[in-house]
């Protein structure tokens, strides 16, 4: 059963860091609206288990002016993606 | 694939609403079924038929009102977040002598047990917040 | 509706601190409501979501119900237990014998199978 | 002395605007005087007259209207968040054919001219959000 | 000047360190709403200046539980208090 | 309205990121009211409020305007300066180049003699 993760809050909310203690094999993460700050902190990434794809949401990159600094590890994404990955995974958990 | 989407928030206060009427219209795009609409605590607001939205601004709510109504999708308020937040139909104003109406006709009313329904015959259910 | 022929697992992960917001209030409506149509719930209490938990909450003064006397009384919806994350609760510096007695410490793992197996994870 | 509350939080969804109403009452009793009420963003909800809250809640919209109307305050909620929010006057309504007014009859729809001046006119501001 | 500081998130929010930074002397804080929690939790209090007075607003100790853990700086006040320290100090800054 | 004939120093301190909540539109429209009836306006980014401040927003793929620009062109009603908290900025590993080129960093002292001077801080 994989989940994907979506994280909409900044990273001073530390949805991801709650949520990294919970990852299991096959999990993904998907970074949107405000979830997108963490790609611009490194200091801010928790550590994630090995294998765990993180993805980010084109449009709220685009929108925030962070396209240009996009952390090597994550691969934006489009809507048409986003719901893709919600059917490629078991369910979707939203760190609200 | 069935989806259901849970909707926590009002537009212009968070951006999740949109993010949730983005997600719908791609599903759609994509031929999956939409199985239930679930607005919950401040998404109530999303079914509001009230808002003045000026030109240059998105006007969210009416597109959630023509997405529900072209796609005859099942759209639900929940009862105990609606009322006490001013989104009433047309009975509890009768009820209630306010003489207006705030719910949208594309949306019914009803309690959470349309939620519990939704996340038992849906593939997915997919929260917005 | 067609919910009371099937058993679906929910797990809810209670991580707001209550009153000062909302969400307390509607996870706990959707642990009420999943409880009734006969849901397997299993009801964790992360982040500042453990404030929920704490004893002796009096919310009269507010005038509000007091969510710890709430959640004290779901075994009559048969939620017998309140799982607390222990993570959260070291650091915050709060103790069990600080919280509701229905309370059960687990750790990361129990939580990460409790989402694994469930067929739909709220966050609230 | 001169008082001015900005409400920026929705009844139910924080507890913010019982905390301003409390506070307000508070004024009132001591001798204060409330220069205005200014609701923005969604504490513009405050102002909506078609809450329908239970027995067994407090309905804070409703006491904010005895508030204001028994103590003839100065009420504004703020027109760029209350329209999108659904939140209407009888004018907004006629002018978009919606039919229903939300707005309680004790608050005024007005500009952001109203907080700028409430800044400079009351001896204290107080944010409540 | 002084300002009385009202602080109505959780410390997970962390309003009082950024406020903590910018108390000038004669300034008080106010732990309200959620804020109170700040006072179960001695580890999330930033230095303050010191002779800066801390308040707590009793109905939300109470209602949260909090009346028997109060961090022994906190003194408990009432709404009609609360009025009192907005006059007494020249502004109120709100820590939203 | 009696607006015009007295001038108040306004501090708002901007600490929420943009577009995910509508916080940082609320302040922007305080700001621009508060130039409008001429009054002084200190306006200063800090917490996740530098994120309003980024360089090359673009903000239409989610349908809305663009804070970042709006910001730029508020010297059009007299607000030259956007104070940016430098432990802020530190904390979060941006740089000035990364930042519109209004921005003037200021330490907390700055920011301290801001609120003492201001009739009227808003924090949003």
């Known amino acids: 059963m994989t989940s994907l993760h979506t994280i909409t809050k900044p990273p001073s909310a530390a949805a991801l860091q709650s949520c990294a203690k919970f990852l299991s094999e096959g999990d993904s993460i998907l970074l949107l609206e405000d979830g997108v700050y963490y790609s611009a902190d490194a200091n801010n990434w928790p550590a994630l288990p090995l294998g765990t794809k993180v993805y980010g949401l084109k449009e709220d990159f685009v929108a925030r002016g962070l396209s240009k600094i996009v952390d090597r590890q994550v691969e934006l994404v489009d809507y048409a993606r986003f719901v893709q990955l919600s059917c490629e995974h078991d369910k979707v958990v939203s760190w609200l | ?129 | 509706m067609n919910t009371t022929n099937s058993n679906t697992e929910i797990t809810l992960l209670a991580r707001s601190a209550p009153y000062g917001s909302g969400a307390a209030k509607l996870c706990l409506d959707v642990s009420i409501a999943a409880a009734v149509f006969e849901q397997t719930v299993n009801y964790v209490f992360l982040d500042d979501g453990i404030y929920q938990v704490l004893d002796e909450q009096d919310a009269s003064p507010i005038n509000s119900k007091s969510l710890g006397k709430t959640l004290e009384a779901l075994g009559l919806y048969g939620i017998e237990k309140l799982y607390v994350d222990e993570d959260s609760l070291r650091k915050r510096n709060l103790s069990t014998d600080q919280l509701l007695p229905q309370v059960e410490l687990v750790n990361a793992d129990a939580i990460k199978k409790f989402i694994n197996q469930s067929k739909f994870v709220l966050t609230l």
Not at chain 2, 39 to 53: E, I, M, Q, Y
Not at chain 2, 69 to 87: F, H, M, T
Not at chain 2, 105 to 124: C, F, K, M, P, V
């Open chain 2, 1 to 129: 694939m069935k989806f259901s989407l849970v909707v926590y928030s009002a537009p212009y206060s968070s951006q999740s609403a949109a993010t949730a009427l983005h997600f719908a219209q791609q599903l759609l795009i994509q031929g999956h079924e939409i199985y239930r609409l679930f607005f919950f605590g401040d998404g109530v607001h999303n079914a509001s038929k009230l808002a003045v939205v000026s030109q240059d601004e998105t006007h969210i709510q009416q597109q959630w009102d023509s997405l529900i109504a072209e796609n005859n999708i099942d759209s639900v308020v929940c009862v105990s977040s609606a009322l006490k937040r001013g989104i009433i139909n047309l009975e509890e104003s009768n009820r209630h002598d306010l003489e207006s109406i705030s719910l949208s006709d594309s949306s019914e009313i009803a309690g959470l047990g349309q939620l519990i329904d939704a996340s038992i015959n849906s593939d997915r259910l997919v929260n917005f917040g």
